[in-house]
């Protein structure tokens, strides 16, 4: 009874769109472990009171992609697509560093504040404007968010004067690089924000209207769904969580860095997105896939430092990663597999994995 | 129902129009900068220029611009390429040979692909002179000199800095720029002439693509992936460097002490660093080098000869003194 119900939870995992990030973050950090067998040792510091470790990089540098695969995995649910989200979040640091230069260098926390605030409200009217121009003005989403990529990364030169802008402030620098309860603050601000997303989304009716405009948007109209403000909002969700992003991306260094914050981010965002199982096609989406999709992508540019790989070759090595992952989430590509397999065993794939199941858990609960 | 249609379709322009105001700020800035007095004792120069880039560019241009005045007898026109695209350059370059300016100045974004061109201003006598970037391949019969700062010998004076550094050896690491672009390879070119055969250790180089967040994150796991075993990181430009700086302090080592940082181009962010014993050298790869096309124009239009290649000057900057003498008037 007891070893049925397992199997039947461990089927159900494996048929997950993200099971394969799953294992791919796994098999990543088995690599490293390789490498240097104390690549997972987290030691207590308890000077600082903060947890030190590759992991904790990893959760820490995750955090601005998780941020704008969410965003990114909405718009996409809709079939559109976001093009926009690494210049926002330029635009975004850009905002919140010139604030607090002029505000001269202070240790307030309003000055923090306010640079968060006004940052957001931008991202949001960027955010907007693609929205309007998707929803209102009926342009192809790949066509707007793109004039949005160009305009953006520009609006961020205009705002800096074209300049990398430092600035320093404490409460600011902490949200990037504090820790509380010992984890970094970015992680669970990031992950914070993804559940409360995905609760909005999946506890109303709003995941479903969403999934219905993605999957034809002629018979949801039918069935009494207005896209126009569905779209409107998913694309100021988009920017803000861009704008989030950016901010946690300039809070690192305390400088925005106007021609490479957020550069190719949106790739990123796409990218874990997909990974995490939502079809470029638009319909059903899944918050947990881009989290760990998101996940997935942090851990693979750690890893590619840690191993050492030669800077030429970086891009290679992704992109092998990334080949084997989509291929083995090929539904055609897994069913030559089960095919070939069919005369000994249907069930031989879910027992070659049980050893991976605690780590599964806590994976997918965020 | 149509007002309300009405007044989302206005929502829409209103919307768009803001965007285009926005694009068009974003190019007026980098609009010509030329005049259109044509005084007659004036010498025309045309300026094909890169654009904007970064602050190095930006102070480099600058002072290009500021030197040949029509006080000092010159009407420049500045021409900057659209997105670093090499095809405005050329068609920019053409113009100016058309139209029949006394000198040309050339920045090219591409080193290869100029030599029709090159061929074309040479057939009208009309001198070019490269300003920082060289072509390929380096026909120097095809252009009167280049003047540039020497990645290579700049990089090599840091190595030697580094030797010097630390005569019982050390751990090091490298930052570099993104794989396959000349300068970094001319830096790492630079650096291992010196570097090589001395007791210093690379254990990584790895690219962190010229920003102070990669250098950060870069950096970190570095650090961790050698134990915090590492005496020396080799910055290939300030930012990144600047990054690791931050990067080495969350290790809880200290920099200058533990662990000194040596990155390359002396922008002002960086020498307030190295004042403040972030950074433990910084060398400068000068973009202030008008003065000294103004002497080669000069010399080229009196008909003197030149070297093919004038090396710009930079200075080497060791210690937080030296950075805080020359703080006050950094222009970049």
């Not at chain 1, 390789?34 to 040792?41: G, I, T, V």
């Not at chain 1, 039918?222 to 779209?231: E, F």
């Not at chain 1, 946690?248 to 874990?272: C, K, N």
């Not at chain 2, 285009?20 to 190019?27: K, N, P, Q, T, V």
């Amino acid at each position: 009874m007891s070893t049925g119900a397992r199997t039947s939870w461990l089927r159900e995992l494996v048929r997950k769109p993200f099971f394969w990030g799953l294992v791919a973050i796994v098999a990543l950090l088995v690599l490293n472990v390789l490498k240097d067998p104390n690549y997972l040792a987290i030691s207590y510091d308890p000077e600082t009171g903060r947890l030190v470790g590759n992991v904790v990089d990893i959760l820490r540098a995750s955090a601005p992609i998780l941020m704008i695969a969410v965003g990114m995995s909405l718009v996409i649910a809709t079939g559109g697509i976001d093009l926009s989200v690494g210049s926002v979040m330029a635009v975004s640091g850009a905002v919140a560093m010139v604030l607090m230069k002029d505000a001269g260098d202070s240790g307030s926390v309003l000055v923090a504040l306010g640079a968060i605030g006004l940052a957001l409200l931008i991202s949001a009217v960027l955010g907007a404007v693609n929205g309007v121009l998707v929803a209102y003005v009926g342009l192809q989403p790949f066509i707007s968010t793109l004039i949005m990529m160009l305009a953006g990364r520009g609006i961020a030169k205009v705002i800096t004067e074209g300049q990398n802008t430092s600035a320093s402030n404490e409460p600011f620098r902490w949200i990037a690089n504090g820790f509380l309860i010992g984890l970094p603050v970015v992680f669970l601000l990031a992950i914070a924000i993804a559940i409360v997303v995905g609760l909005v989304v999946r506890r109303s009716a709003l995941g479903l209207m969403i999934e219905a405009i993605g999957i034809n948007p002629k018979a949801s109209r039918m069935a009494g769904i207005k896209p126009n403000g569905l779209l409107l909002t998913v694309y100021i969700l988009s920017g803000v969580l861009a704008g989030v992003a950016g901010i946690m991306s300039v809070g690192t260094v305390m400088t925005v860095d106007v021609s490479r914050t957020g550069y190719q981010m949106e790739l990123d965002a796409i990218l874990a997105v997909v990974i995490g199982g939502t079809s470029l096609s638009g319909g059903k989406f899944s918050i947990g896939g881009a989290v760990v999709g998101g996940l997935l992508i942090a851990t693979l540019d750690k890893t590619i430092v840690f191993l050492g790989i030669s800077s030429s070759a970086t891009p290679a090595f992704k992109a092998i990663v990334i080949v084997v992952l989509c291929l083995l989430q090929s539904q055609r590509v897994r069913s030559w597999f089960v095919q070939r397999r069919k005369p000994p065993r249907a069930s031989a794939a879910p027992s070659a994995v049980p050893s991976e199941k605690p780590q599964q858990k806590q994976e997918v609960t965020a | 129902m149509s007002v309300q249609r009405r007044f989302v379709k206005f929502l829409g322009l209103a919307a768009v129009g803001a965007l285009s105001i926005g694009l068009a700020a974003c190019s007026s800035s980098g609009g010509d900068g030329a005049s259109g007095g044509e005084g007659d004792d004036l010498t025309t120069v045309g300026f094909v220029a890169v654009g904007p880039e970064g602050a190095w560019r930006e102070a480099n241009e600058k002072n290009i611009q500021e030197t040949f005045t029509e006080d000092a007898g010159f009407e420049l026109k500045y021409a900057p390429a659209t997105n670093l695209d090499q095809k405005s350059q050329i068609d920019a370059f053409t113009s100016f040979v058309d139209e029949g300016v006394d000198v040309i100045l050339l920045s090219a974004t591409e080193a290869s692909g100029w030599e029709d061109s090159l061929k074309r201003a040479q057939e009208a006598e009309i001198p070019v002179v490269l300003l920082d970037r060289g072509i390929e391949p380096d026909d120097t019969s095809l252009y009167v000199t280049r003047i540039a700062p020497d990645n290579v010998e700049v990089a090599k004076e840091v190595g030697a800095w580094a030797v010097e550094q630390f005569p019982d050896g050390g751990n090091y690491i490298t930052l570099e720029g993104p794989a396959g672009v000349g300068v970094v390879n001319e830096r790492n070119e630079g650096w291992d002439a010196s570097v090589d055969g001395s007791k210093l250790v690379e254990v990584a180089a790895q690219t962190a693509n010229w920003s102070a967040e990669e250098g950060k994150s870069v950096t970190e796991t570095l650090l961790k992936a050698n134990g915090n075993d590492i005496q020396l990181i080799f910055a290939q430009n300030d930012e990144m460097g600047l990054g690791a700086a931050q990067a080495v302090e969350e290790a809880g080592l200290k920099p200058g002490t533990d662990v000194k940082i040596a990155t390359i181009d002396g922008t002002l962010a960086a020498m307030e660093a190295l004042a403040a014993g972030q950074l433990s050298y910084v060398h400068e790869y000068n973009p202030l080098f008008g003065e000294t096309a103004l002497d080669v124009v000069n010399k080229t239009l009196e008909g003197e000869s030149v070297d093919s290649y004038i090396i710009v000057p930079s200075e080497a900057f060791d210690s937080p003194e030296a950075a805080e003498a020359v703080l006050a008037d950094r222009q970049y």
